[in-house]
């Protein structure tokens, strides 16, 4: 389990994605995390545009991240990864 900034930062992330998606009219929106040795990832898609989210670019850069938005006739899908390190994280 990662540390609870860690885990703040992503459900804040995603949080903020999908609500710029339903402000902007979106009717369906799906979540998707993975996490793997060295990192943690999210996928957010949705049927409806989503904005610049120049506030979750910050978030994720602060973290040493990356983020994609992929805008294109059929919706829009956002595609998140921050790097894991020890200290990121706890004991279960």
């Known amino acids: ?6 885990e703040e930062s992503l459900y ?6 999908v609500g710029d998606a339903a402000d902007r009219g979106a009717q369906h929106t799906a979540v998707s995390l993975a ?13 409806g545009a989503i904005g610049d989210l120049q506030s979750v670019k910050d978030r994720i850069d602060a973290l040493g991240g990356s983020l994609t938005i992929i805008n294109d006739h059929e919706g829009s899908t956002v595609v998140g990864q921050i790097r894991a390190t020890e200290s990121s994280l706890e004991p279960v």
């Open 1 to 6: 389990r990662f540390n609870r900034s860690v």
């Open 35 to 47: 996490s793997g040795h060295q990192d943690v990832r999210f996928t957010v898609a949705s049927d």
């Open 12 to 17: 804040f992330t995603v949080l903020e994605i």
